[in-house]
């Protein structure tokens, strides 16, 4: 059974600091791989995708990949409190026919 | 550029009834993908398909559920006999498949209540 592990959290942090999102993958094969923002009762919004080792920026956010120990993770520099949600980390299985969730981390920035 | 449209946004329905879900993908794309989140849950794959061919339905309940995508029209998840357990909301996502893995974008969702 291929999982995805992340900390459901909520991680707590004041506005303005930096919110470090973290996630494992146990697809040693897998290919690619996505971070998506839900606000409750609301559908997955896609925040970023990444393929290759190493960071990848956009904004204000950070996705950062190293597959060697199967690990992914986003960054959020200057958090607002309207980044507060559950962030998804997401990946595609072998064949890229499904994207495997991870049960999300709840973040919370406090005003 | 319309995004992924689903309906209906919510639908409610007996034990023992039929529930008809629909998608229509963004414009342009051709990859139909579609997810289950039950209460407290986390998203889960349920079948991948193009036009007129299921790809993937490993995430699939064997029995009470299909899925389709005519070559015209939205595609069609289809629960049949539904239980209170069938109660989520049910996610459908489109990609253009230009690669492997390609990002999937998601509709606002049909929430189910089986009563």
């Known amino acids: 059974q291929k999982e995805v592990e992340q900390n459901s959290g909520p991680l707590s942090v004041p506005e303005g600091a930096i919110a470090s999102l973290n996630c494992t993958y146990s697809?040693?094969?897998?290919?690619?791989f996505f971070w998506y923002r839900q606000y409750s009762g609301k559908s997955p919004e896609l925040i970023m995708f990444i393929y290759s080792n190493g960071d990848k920026e956009d904004g204000r956010f950070t996705a950062q990949l190293n597959k060697a120990s199967q690990y992914v993770s986003l960054l959020i520099r200057d958090s607002q409190p309207s980044d507060s949600a559950t962030y998804l980390c997401a990946v595609a299985n072998q064949a890229g026919t499904a994207l495997i969730f991870g049960k999300g981390t709840t973040l919370s920035v406090s005003s | 550029n319309a995004g992924v449209m689903q309906n209906p946004r919510h639908l409610v329905r007996r034990r023992g009834q039929e529930a008809r879900l629909r998608c229509s993908p963004m414009k342009g794309h051709s990859h139909v993908y579609w997810y289950r989140q039950l209460p407290e849950e986390g998203l889960k794959f349920m079948v991948y398909l193009q036009k007129e061919n299921i790809i993937d339905e490993s995430g699939m309940p064997k029995e009470r559920f299909s899925a389709e995508f005519p070559k015209e029209g939205p595609s069609i998840l289809r629960i049949q006999q539904v239980v209170r357990g069938d109660s989520a909301a049910y996610f459908c996502a489109s990609s253009p498949r230009d690669r492997v893995g390609d990002t999937q974008y998601f509709g606002p969702g049909t929430r189910l209540t089986v009563l």
């Open positions: 697809d040693r094969g897998s290919q690619s």
